[in-house]
T-cell receptor
Framework: SQKIEQNSEALNIQEGKTATLTCNYT??????LQWYRQDPGRGPVFLLL???NEKEKRKERLKVTFDTTLKQSLFHITASQPADSATYLC?????????WGAGTKLIIKP | KAGVTQTPRYLIKTRGQQVTLSCSPI?????VSWYQQTPGQGLQFLFE???????NKGNFPGRFSGRQFSNSRSEMNVSTLELGDSALYLC?????????????FGPGTRLTVT
């Protein structure tokens, strides 16, 4: 069956460093992959979408890579700030629905 | 442009009751999806509506139902509530479909079943 895995444990990063989050999937050949940010008690907020024919996508301090051979996406936040602390979710396209990972909680320490 | 709105924001119900949640999508968005989120779980897909038609349904019992109106507003209903239905219910709208377009989420409805 289709499966998406994200780091289940919280990721603690020192302010100013680069945070890297991982999204792995199996039994899938998604055409798109999306990353969202979710703060406690709120709905997810869209960050980036990357297509299968794109190796890398950037937006300000954010960078996403998509390796269809490894079946993996990496999400990077450079020059991280405490305000970047949140849970980050990856989602892959399914049949008229997005399939979601459980999310990784990122904590940026000052 | 106004964002996705959901009402009510918080709800407390008793086992066996039913509940109706409402979602107003972003203007011009025709697709509305509903999700259930519980602590430690990823978003669990309930169903998606597009132009008043249910286009896809997740793996939830028939107690969970929904509908979409001609103005794209959507409602979901849960009948015969169980304690396990306590969760954050999120709706999301997108321009046309769910795969290739980003979804815009509402703030959610926090449902507590006692």
């Amino acid at each position: 069956s289709q499966k998406i895995e994200q780091n289940s444990e919280a990721l603690n990063i020192q302010e100013g460093k680069t945070a890297t989050l991982t999204c792995n999937y199996t039994n899938y050949s998604p055409a798109y992959l999306q990353w969202y940010r979710q703060d406690p008690g709120r709905g997810p907020v869209f960050l980036l979408l990357i297509r299968e024919n794109e190796k890398e996508k950037r937006k300000e301090r954010l960078k996403v890579t998509f390796d269809t051979t490894l079946k993996q996406s990496l999400f990077h936040i450079t020059a991280s700030q405490p305000a970047d602390s949140a849970t980050y979710l990856c989602a892959l396209d399914g049949n008229y629905q997005l399939i979601w990972g459980a999310g990784t909680k990122l904590i940026i320490k000052p | 442009k106004a964002g996705v709105t959901q009402t009510p924001r918080y709800l407390i119900k008793t086992r066996g009751q039913q509940v109706t949640l409402s979602c107003s999508p972003i203007s011009g968005h025709r697709s509305v999806s509903w999700y259930q989120q519980t602590p430690g779980q990823g978003l669990q897909f309930l169903f998606e509506y597009f132009s008043e038609t249910q286009r896809n349904k997740g793996n939830f019992p028939g107690r969970f139902s929904g509908r979409q109106f001609s103005n794209s507003r959507s409602e979901m209903n849960v009948s015969t509530l169980e304690l396990g239905d306590s969760a954050l219910y999120l709706c999301a709208s997108s321009r046309d479909g769910t795969e290739s377009y980003e979804q815009y989420f509402g703030p959610g409805t926090r449902l507590t079943v006692t």
